[in-house]
């Protein structure tokens, strides 16, 4: 059980903008930054996101991240094939003192 | 360009101690804006955080896997090591070793750099 709650499941098709939410808590999204990871099988993850909304160097416009309360999400618009991935939130929890990850989202490109 | 790069036995037996190291290079491990981490990856599971150190020694474990956690540093050879002992089947995962560098901005380590990930498997 991950102390940072995902959906199983997202879908979309080409072309279309996908939200994926990230629910936490007071110790950990709400006052700590959130960051994404975008994992395809068999590999490391890939940093997507960081500080709730900052974008590594070489990451496409088209990821983009937010944080109201203890909710953080994760949108890709325009929709790619390429985009089918498990994605992963995660941040800093301040009554675990380290940090705690989602339990990932599979995203399907229809 | 910076790589990490997971080093250790695929097999371990139930009740031993698991031992993995992490070489990186492209880069110097002695940097006060650096932590070095590990985290791994049950068979078709999530992820999760197992614990941090500085290049000075400082350490920082998860609750649940403290009490058999050791996480070492070796900056003249650019390494740092994971030892996990006790280990039963619920152990095997890929365990991956990863970069966090520090945002300035927010004061919080974000994970970079991963390792491709060493598969270990708890069987006798």
């Known amino acids: 059980q991950s102390v940072l709650t995902q959906p199983p499941s997202a879908s979309g098709t080409p072309g279309q903008r996908v939200s994926i939410s990230c629910s936490g808590g007071?110790?950990?999204?709400?006052?700590?930054?959130v960051n994404w990871y975008q994992q395809f099988p068999g590999t490391a993850p890939k940093l997507l996101i960081y500080?709730?909304?900052q974008r590594p160097s070489g990451v496409p416009d088209r990821f983009s991240g937010s944080k109201s309360g203890t909710t953080a999400s994760l949108a890709i618009s325009g929709l790619q094939s390429e985009d089918e991935a498990d994605y992963y939130c995660a941040a800093w929890d301040d009554s675990l003192n380290g940090w705690v990850f989602g339990g990932g989202t599979k995203l399907t490109v229809l | 360009q910076l790589q990490l790069q997971e080093s250790g036995p695929g097999l371990v037996k139930p009740s031993e101690t698991l031992s993995l190291t992490c070489t990186v290079s492209?880069?110097?491990?002695?940097?006060?804006?650096?932590?070095w981490g590990w985290i791994r990856q049950p068979p078709g599971k999530g992820l999760e955080w197992i614990g941090s150190?500085?290049?000075?020694?400082?350490?920082y474990y998860s609750p649940s896997l403290k009490s058999r956690v050791t996480i070492s540093v070796d900056t003249s050879k650019n390494q740092f090591s994971l030892r996990l002992s006790s280990v039963t089947a619920a152990d095997t995962a890929v365990y991956y070793c990863?970069?966090?560098?520090?945002?300035?901005?927010?004061?919080?380590?974000?994970?970079?750099?991963w390792g491709q990930g060493s598969l270990v498997t708890v069987s006798s």
């Open positions: 500080s709730n909304n």
């Open positions: 150190i500085s290049y000075s020694g400082n350490t």
């Open positions: 990863a970069r966090a560098f520090d945002d300035t901005l927010t004061g919080f380590y974000v994970f970079d750099y």
């Open positions: 007071s110790s950990n999204i709400e006052t700590n930054t």
């Open positions: 492209g880069g110097s491990i002695s940097s006060s804006s650096y932590l």
